[in-house]
């Protein structure tokens, strides 16, 4: 199994751009969120999906879009890129019986919007 | 108050020697807690669930104190490679059923 993967590793955008950050997983799991990381910040959640065609939003959704057409796969658009969406995103997938519980997360894709 | 605190360190520690953390949260009808440990530029991941009778895998121990609302991590013969970032997670410290991520405590493991 491959777990949980994301793509890119890395990318820089300039403001105004739109990109998708793509997230898979493998594990079955029905369960999908999305988190950045700030420094001195925790994790925050921007948006999660509870199964196929379910989503919903979290703390930080603004700017951000997310769709889930299969379980498999759970992307993240950034309409208009702006700097203050630079950040280190993660995506976590879990499964029904822990859906809150333990989280298993990408690798993280690394934005950087000038 | 942010809903889950904890210091962010780094605690500097010998090899050998024992540590331990504390993380304060604000709800107190949080559900479950958990500690992740994140290394340096890495994903987190799942070092153990806290529960209320308290336990213990290996030579990590952890503790929840409902009353006083924080939990705790204890780290035993510290190894070199312990040094990481703990996180300390709460489901509900922010209301509902989800996950809120303190900020991290480094710890730093030396010879």
Same mark, same amino acid.
């Given at each position: ?6 793509? @890119? ?8 751009? +739109? ?6 997983? =493998? ?28 989503? =919903? ?17 759970? @992307?993240?658009?950034?309409? +208009?890129?702006? @700097? +203050? ?11 029904? =019986?822990?859906?809150? =519980?333990?989280?298993?997360?990408? @690798? ?7 | ?22 993380? /304060? ?79 991290? /405590? ?6």
């Amino acid at each position: 199994n491959a777990g949980v993967t994301q793509t @890119p590793k890395f990318q820089v955008l300039k403001t105004g751009q +739109s990109m998708t950050l793509q997230c898979a997983q =493998d594990m079955n799991h029905e369960y999908m969120s999305w988190y950045r990381q700030d420094p001195g910040m925790g994790l925050r959640l921007i948006h999660y999906s509870v199964g196929a065609g379910i989503t =919903d939003q979290g703390e930080v959704p603004n700017g951000y879009n997310v769709s889930r057409s299969t379980t498999e796969d759970f @992307p993240l658009r950034l309409l +208009s890129a702006a @700097p +203050s969406q630079t950040s280190v995103y993660f995506c976590a997938s879990s499964n029904r =019986d822990s859906h809150w =519980d333990e989280q298993f997360f990408g @690798p993280g894709t690394r934005l950087t919007v000038l | 108050r942010k809903e889950v605190e904890q210091d962010p360190g780094p605690f500097n520690v010998p090899e050998g020697a024992t540590v331990a953390f504390n993380c /304060t949260y604000s709800n107190s009808a949080s559900q479950s807690f958990f500690w992740y440990r994140q290394d340096c530029r890495k994903e987190p991941k799942l070092l153990m669930s806290v529960y209320s009778s308290g336990n213990e895998d290996g030579r990590f121990t952890a503790q929840l104190n409902r009353a006083s609302q924080y939990i705790s991590l204890l780290i035993r013969d510290s190894k070199l490679s312990d040094s990481a970032t703990y996180l300390c997670v709460v489901n509900g410290a922010g209301g509902g059923n989800k996950l809120t991520f303190g900020t991290g /405590t480094q710890l730093k493991v030396e010879l």
